[in-house]
């Protein structure tokens, strides 16, 4: 998984929680890169190659790091509503009438927090972790 968290911050910035790995163990005598991290660097390579040929707005880019013959996929996310084949045409209707729902609903749920004063529902695992210090609720225990 750390591996993988490397690739993702070596390419976009970051990796899942905003976190960033900047690093992967080294060899533990002369802190030389270890295999596995010079092909995934070198899979970082490919990925900003391969974004650069391709500019597709809506591909899923899968990469591995296999010694030799190291390769990557990349998967067209169906997008065209308008698109001949309709099977794909379907698929594309689907996934924007979702995206519409999933837009509505965080709207409604915004409007609704904002018409309740943004009102205060501790959740430990949220709280621990939360900016606010001077929350009254911070420290509060839900019972289980």
């Known amino acids: 998984m750390l591996k993988g968290l490397y690739f993702e911050s070596k390419c976009l910035g970051f ?10 163990p080294r ?4 802190a030389a890169k270890l295999a596995d991290h010079e092909r995934i660097d070198q899979a970082v390579e490919r990925f900003f190659q391969v974004k650069q040929d391709y500019g597709k707005p809506f591909v899923c880019l899968v990469f591995d790091y296999k010694g030799a013959n ?3 996929k990349d998967i067209p996310v169906i997008t065209e509503t308008n698109d001949p084949d309709s099977k794909k045409a379907a698929k594309a209707q ?3 009438a979702d ?30 972790s939360c900016p606010i210090q001077d929350c009254p609720n911070r420290n509060e225990n839900a019972e289980v």
């Open 99 to 128: 995206l519409r729902n999933t837009i509505r609903w965080v709207v409604n749920a915004i409007l609704q927090w904002e018409s309740l004063g943004w009102p205060m529902t501790p959740i430990a695992k949220v709280c621990a």
């Open 70 to 72: 190291a390769v990557f």
């Open 15 to 24: 990796s899942s929680g905003g976190n960033s790995t900047i690093d992967l």
């Open 27 to 30: 060899h533990k005598k002369t």
């Open 94 to 96: 689907y996934r924007m």
